[in-house]
């Protein structure tokens, strides 16, 4: 990669990857139209895919954290002072014991104290969830009022017309569907 290339990645990063920005700070002629030129070129593409796969974060890790959230404690944020009627925020042992990422934001108080706002733990666990597949929503069909012809059809659409399941039988992913039909009458007399 030519020194001017290099300028133009640091300069990709450094503009929340805008192409025309870097090109201009990389010293480019027509920065915006050469813009899209410069990224494509095999080895500025190549360095900018690495650096982007350096800051993407995997699934094992995304799964990590969230699991963090749900199981974080504010007794890991958080020292009771003698003399003091509230608990107050200690920023050492958030990073000592890793808690800092349960904090969302951190505001300071016209009081001179500091508000604390934590990632819902709630949400994390819907979230965890959700991956585990541990949340089903049942959906109800009342087929009472079909006529004969109106079920076969459905069940012709459901199930591809020859009895076996389509790959796509019009249900909502992760969802359980199961059909209410009225009560058959007792056809055997007595």
Do not use: C, W
């Amino acid at each position: 990669m030519t020194a001017k290339q290099k300028v133009f990645v640091e300069a990709f990063f450094a503009n929340n990857f805008n192409a025309s920005k870097a090109a201009q700070a990389a010293g480019y002629a027509n920065p915006r139209i050469n813009s899209v030129r410069i990224k494509n070129e095999p080895e500025v593409k190549a360095e900018i895919d690495r650096r982007l796969a350096e800051y993407a974060m995997p699934a094992n890790e995304v799964l990590a954290r969230l699991g963090a959230q749900a199981r974080g404690s504010v007794a890991d944020l958080f020292e009771i002072q003698p003399n003091s009627r509230y608990p107050v925020f200690n920023l050492a042992k958030a990073f000592e014991t890793g808690a800092i990422d349960l904090v969302k934001s951190l505001t300071p108080t016209p009081d001179g104290g500091i508000k604390v706002e934590l990632h819902d733990a709630q949400a994390a666990l819907v979230q965890l969830g959700r991956v585990h597949k541990l949340f089903t929503d049942k959906i109800e069909h009342d087929v009472s009022k079909l006529t004969d012809a109106e079920l076969i059809s459905r069940a012709k659409a459901a199930f591809g017309g020859d009895g076996a399941a389509g790959a796509d039988a019009g249900t909502t992913e992760g969802a359980e569907s199961e059909v209410v039909s009225p009560a058959l009458p007792d056809t055997e007399a007595a």
